[in-house]
């Protein structure tokens, strides 16, 4: 592992934190916590820690010495001085004279000593950070310390690779009990550069920033040494008794995978991953063995579970086989998940309620491997996590065989509510889990309408034929931007495609791309109302008809909207080549809802009038309403409410009727009040 300290970026960190009044260990804490937490292979998603013992003022303006340690589950690759809160170190370092310790008292006591009431709670590992005398202090969860580690015989195999310099210290939970543990082996020798924390991590130790980090990446890189001289195959391939010779593509997989999951526990969104390290261990003969042994490290757990759910390998034209046996995979992970728990809460004798107990991790012979979360950034996380426990036991299988910790520990670990604060409780919206697709997503109605489903926590595939604008609104709300011509009923299903690739799947659509054509009735020509059945029909039934087929594999229900118009109900005079198709989706619309209603797919409308977009235009306001000698603003408030309607008005009522779970066929009037377009 290569060491990217650097003196001269060193000198201006600490340059320009002193302009911020950060003292200079402040500073180079910063900046050696920024390398490690940039390394995946040392640390992921909030992973690891790192502290610095100085001095600072307090409120009376003394100076007080502290220890800044990472605020518990802070990503050090993007930390700033606040993420490092300052905990008086005096109180601290007295608590090692404790016997024993709760975690509720051991929390309290970090947080009455901040400097800072409103800085974050710090790490879970602080007290271990405090009993330790050295002013700086590197905690990583190194892939390839934990290769080495997570074996049967890890304690020999690690005294090997490192001799005297590394203390060992042997697995325990993080908090006081570790901490004292650590201080414990220290003493026992304190020539070492730093521990090993067996099944779960490296520290090491430096006075100064620059000493705690080298020795970080020197003893990494011991450790990546030893796995080299390892077998260089290890996940052997599997003999194929059953291996299908034509593995059945992704597009088609994921939907089964995403509907059997949603009927055992929450909607889930599903993060694809088929690197060829992936596909190495999914289809080596022993991912029976290897892959359900469980986490790396103790703080993976809470983001994929303690354990992978292993699928069958999907033939090409077998899914049916397929969806069989994961269902029963499925039947017997959730039954052993209860059993565990049940088991786990006797013996701990707590009062603890079971999470859901559906896999964040599918491992797929010959496809690859999903990561599963509550959002779309939750199961890319999970995916990382299990990429990485991927490589940690490729290491170990070279050097060994791989082993995690047992399953009494997994469960502290998966059920330790400060691991568990770790993920936080807000930003659950209504539609968490749940994949939207709007089309024409670009303009007024469908970008609000994007705004609207991501506000409620849905992760939204943003479609239009302006792939630029596409990506413009996706970036907005951290979607997936695709560019789609709706009248290509191939570039749909493609779309579509991708979608499922990227989330798993598909819950609700919301069909909304559409154009105006005027012309009076008699005298236009074919073309023109060809075209527009194009894009106001043919193209509605394209979107439909994809999003169905997704919805059936998923055998989860579904919900399809269409963007109807006034002109659907209450035609205006010269308006026939736009309100003829708009016409006949509106029976598209019931005819959904009457074909799928038995799969629980439901079919609705809105029915928009007179909002400002890409089909009623200011220049069409301006005419518009100087024909009908009213100011704009008036016209635009001509109905019932006497006020202007909204894209965002608009967007509302699509997500109501999202949300509304005994309404199908129907249709939803949202301008104003017109009581001639009143649906009978
Ligand atoms: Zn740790």
Same mark, same amino acid.
């Given at each position: *592992?290569?060491?990217?300290?650097?003196?001269?970026?060193?000198?201006?960190?600490?340059?320009?934190?002193?302009?911020?009044?950060?003292?200079?260990?402040?500073?180079?804490?910063?900046?050696?916590?920024?390398? @490690?937490?940039?390394?995946?292979?040392?640390?992921?998603?909030?992973?690891?820690?790192?502290?610095?013992?100085?001095? *600072?003022?307090?409120? *009376?303006?003394?100076?007080?010495?502290?220890?800044?340690?990472?605020?518990?589950?802070?990503?050090?690759?993007?930390?700033?001085?606040?993420?490092?809160?300052?905990?008086?170190?005096?109180?601290?370092?007295? *608590?090692?004279?404790?016997?024993?310790?709760?975690?509720?008292?051991?929390?309290?006591?970090?947080?009455?000593?901040?400097? /800072?009431?409103?800085?974050?709670?710090?790490?879970?590992?602080?007290?271990?950070?405090?009993?330790?005398?050295?002013?700086?202090?590197?905690?990583?969860?190194?892939?390839?310390?934990?290769?080495?580690?997570?074996?049967?015989?890890?304690?020999?195999?690690?005294?090997?690779?490192?001799?005297?310099?590394?203390?060992?210290?042997?697995?325990?939970?993080?908090?006081?009990?570790?901490?004292?543990?650590?201080?414990?082996?220290?003493?026992?020798?304190?020539?070492?550069?730093?521990?090993?924390?067996?099944?779960?991590?490296?520290?090491?130790?430096?006075?100064?920033?620059?000493?705690?980090?080298?020795?970080?990446?020197?003893?990494?890189?011991?450790?990546?040494?030893?796995?080299?001289?390892?077998?260089?195959?290890?996940?052997?391939?599997?003999?194929?008794?059953?291996?299908?010779?034509? #593995?059945?593509?992704?597009?088609?997989?994921?939907?089964?995978?995403?509907?059997?999951?949603?009927?055992?526990?929450?909607?889930?969104?599903?993060?694809?991953?088929?690197?060829?390290?992936?596909?190495?261990?999914?289809?080596?003969?022993?991912?029976?063995?290897?892959?359900?042994?469980?986490?790396?490290?103790?703080?993976?757990?809470?983001?994929?579970?303690?354990?992978?759910?292993?699928?069958?390998?999907?033939?090409?034209?077998?899914?049916?086989?397929?969806?069989?046996?994961?269902?029963?995979?499925?039947?017997?992970?959730?039954?052993?998940?209860?059993?565990?728990?049940?088991?786990?809460?006797?013996?701990?004798?707590?009062?603890?309620?079971?999470?859901?107990?559906?896999?964040?991790?599918?491992?797929?012979?010959?496809?690859?491997?999903?990561?599963?979360?509550?959002?779309?950034?939750?199961?890319?996380?999970?995916?990382? #996590?299990?990429?990485?426990?991927?490589?940690?036991?490729?290491?170990?299988?070279?050097?060994?065989?791989?082993?995690?910790?047992?399953?009494?520990?997994?469960?502290?670990?998966?059920?330790?509510?400060?691991?568990?604060?770790?993920?936080?409780?807000?930003?659950?919206?209504? @539609?968490?889990?749940?994949?939207?697709?709007?089309?024409?997503?670009?303009?007024?109605?469908?970008?609000?309408?994007?705004?609207?489903?991501?506000?409620?926590?849905?992760?939204?595939?943003?479609?239009?034929?302006?792939?630029?604008?596409?990506?413009?609104?996706?970036?907005?709300?951290?979607?997936?931007?695709?560019?789609?011509?709706?009248?290509?009923?191939?570039?749909?299903?493609?779309?579509? /495609?991708?979608?499922?690739?990227?989330?798993?799947?598909?819950?609700?659509?919301?069909?909304?791309?559409?154009?105006?054509?005027?012309?009076?009735?008699?005298?236009?020509?074919?073309?023109?109302?060809?075209?527009?059945?194009?894009?106001?029909?043919?193209?509605?039934?394209?979107?439909?008809?994809?999003?169905?087929?997704?919805?059936?594999?998923?055998?989860?229900?579904?919900?399809?909207?269409?963007?109807?118009?006034?002109?659907?109900?209450?035609?205006?005079?010269?308006?026939?080549?736009?309100?003829?198709?708009?016409?006949?989706?509106?029976?598209?619309?019931?005819?959904?809802?009457?074909?799928?209603?038995?799969?629980?797919?439901?079919?609705?409308?809105?029915?928009?009038?007179?909002?400002?977009?890409?089909?009623?235009?200011?220049?069409?306001?301006?005419?518009?309403?100087?024909?009908?000698?009213?100011?704009?603003?008036?016209?635009?408030?001509?109905?019932?409410?006497?006020?202007?309607?909204?894209?965002?008005?608009?967007?509302?009522?699509?997500?109501?009727?999202?949300?509304?779970?005994?309404?199908?066929?129907?249709?939803?009037?949202?301008?104003?009040?017109?009581?001639?377009?009143?649906?009978?």
């Amino acid at each position: *592992m290569k060491n990217l300290w650097f003196d001269r970026e060193a000198r201006s960190f600490a340059r320009r934190y002193a302009k911020q009044r950060v003292n200079r260990d402040r500073a180079l804490r910063v900046y050696t916590s920024r390398l @490690l937490g940039g390394e995946p292979a040392l640390v992921l998603h909030g992973g690891g820690n790192t502290s610095v013992k100085t001095i *600072m003022k307090d409120h *009376m303006g003394q100076d007080t010495e502290v220890l800044c340690v990472k605020g518990s589950g802070r990503d050090m690759a993007a930390i700033e001085p606040e993420g490092l809160p300052a905990v008086r170190l005096g109180p601290l370092r007295e *608590m090692a004279g404790l016997k024993r310790l709760s975690d509720a008292d051991m929390v309290n006591a970090q947080r009455v000593n901040m400097l /800072d009431s409103t800085a974050p709670n710090p790490s879970v590992e602080t007290l271990l950070h405090a009993f330790l005398p050295h002013k700086f202090i590197d905690h990583t969860h190194a892939n390839a310390v934990l290769s080495l580690t997570n074996q049967k015989d890890g304690e020999k195999l690690c005294r090997r690779v490192f001799g005297k310099r590394m203390g060992l210290v042997p697995y325990i939970m993080p908090g006081f009990d570790l901490s004292r543990k650590a201080l414990e082996v220290y003493e026992a020798d304190p020539s070492v550069e730093g521990l090993i924390v067996l099944k779960h991590g490296i520290f090491t130790f430096g006075d100064t920033a620059k000493q705690a980090y080298s020795r970080m990446i020197g003893m990494v890189t011991l450790a990546e040494r030893r796995l080299k001289k390892g077998r260089k195959k290890v996940f052997a391939a599997g003999k194929p008794p059953k291996r299908p010779k034509r #593995i059945a593509p992704v597009h088609d997989v994921a939907p089964v995978l995403r509907g059997l999951v949603a009927a055992v526990g929450p909607r889930l969104v599903m993060d694809f991953r088929a690197a060829p390290h992936v596909r190495d261990f999914v289809n080596g003969r022993d991912l029976g063995r290897y892959g359900r042994q469980g986490t790396a490290t103790p703080d993976h757990v809470i983001r994929t579970g303690a354990h992978p759910l292993i699928a069958p390998a999907p033939e090409m034209g077998g899914l049916d086989a397929f969806r069989k046996g994961t269902q029963r995979a499925l039947a017997r992970f959730v039954s052993d998940s209860h059993a565990n728990f049940k088991r786990h809460k006797r013996r701990r004798k707590t009062r603890k309620t079971e999470i859901d107990p559906v896999a964040r991790v599918i491992l797929v012979p010959g496809l690859g491997l999903f990561g599963l979360g509550e959002s779309a950034p939750d199961a890319a996380i999970a995916a990382d #996590i299990a990429e990485t426990t991927i490589a940690v036991i490729a290491g170990a299988e070279a050097v060994g065989a791989y082993e995690s910790i047992p399953a009494a520990d997994m469960f502290d670990a998966e059920y330790w509510p400060l691991e568990r604060a770790k993920l936080g409780d807000g930003g659950r919206g209504t @539609l968490s889990g749940h994949v939207v697709a709007v089309t024409g997503a670009a303009g007024g109605i469908g970008a609000a309408t994007v705004r609207a489903f991501a506000a409620e926590g849905a992760a939204v595939a943003v479609l239009d034929r302006d792939v630029r604008a596409a990506r413009a609104v996706a970036a907005e709300i951290g979607g997936l931007g695709i560019g789609c011509d709706v009248t290509d009923g191939r570039a749909v299903r493609r779309a579509f /495609d991708r979608v499922v690739k990227a989330y798993g799947g598909i819950d609700i659509v919301v069909s909304n791309a559409g154009g105006a054509w005027q012309g009076t009735i008699g005298e236009v020509s074919d073309k023109i109302l060809r075209d527009s059945f194009e894009l106001n029909f043919f193209a509605h039934q394209a979107v439909a008809k994809n999003a169905v087929r997704i919805m059936e594999a998923q055998g989860a229900g579904g919900c399809l909207l269409f963007n109807a118009s006034k002109q659907a109900v209450n035609p205006g005079r010269d308006f026939g080549p736009y309100g003829l198709p708009k016409a006949a989706a509106l029976a598209l619309m019931r005819q959904y809802a009457l074909d799928y209603g038995d799969q629980g797919i439901r079919s609705n409308a809105v029915n928009a009038d007179r909002i400002r977009s890409g089909l009623l235009t200011g220049d069409m306001v301006k005419a518009r309403a100087r024909a009908r000698g009213v100011s704009q603003a008036e016209y635009m408030s001509g109905n019932l409410l006497r006020q202007e309607v909204t894209a965002e008005d608009v967007a509302r009522a699509f997500v109501d009727l999202a949300l509304s779970p005994k309404t199908t066929a129907a249709v939803l009037t949202v301008d104003g009040g017109n009581i001639a377009a009143a649906l009978r």
